[in-house]
C-alpha cells in the first residue's frame, strides 16, 4: 500500500486544528481492479487496519493521511497490512 502524508489538520472550519487527531482517506482506482465490490473491501481492510492499530500509538502529531492500496494488498493477510500500518505508525 502507497501511503502519502501531510502535517497539520485538513483546512476546515469545523475542524479544531489544536486537537490531536488523525484524519485517513482512501483512494482506490480501476488499476486496482475493475470490480466496485473488491476496490471497496480493499479500502475498508485499510481503514480497519488503521483503527486497530491506531489505539496501540498514544502519542501521534495530528496528520492527514492518504492510503493507497496496491493490487497485491487484495491477496495479502490482514495481519500483513497490520504490520504495515504499524511499521509506518512507528515511523511518525
Known amino acids: 500500500m502507497s501511503i502519502k ?9 469545523n475542524i479544531n486544528p489544536e486537537k490531536m487527531a488523525i484524519y485517513l482517506g482512501t483512494a482506490a ?3 486496482l481492479d ?5 476496490r471497496n473491501r480493499m479500502r475498508r481492510r485499510c481503514r480497519e ?5 491506531l489505539k496501540s500509538h498514544k502519542k501521534l502529531p495530528t496528520i492527514q493521511l492518504l492510503v493507497q ?3 497485491a494488498s ?4 490482514f495481519d500483513d497490512i497490520l ?4 511499521s509506518f505508525l512507528s515511523q511518525l
Open 69 to 71: 492500496p496496491r493490487a
Open 34 to 38: 475493475k470490480s466496485a465490490v473488491k
Open 5 to 13: 502524508w501531510l502535517r497539520g489538520a485538513p483546512k476546515n472550519p
Open 83 to 86: 504490520r504495515d500500518v504499524d
Open 74 to 77: 487484495l491477496d495479502c493477510d
Open 49 to 53: 487496519g488503521f483503527r486497530r492499530t
Open 29 to 31: 482506482s480501476l488499476k
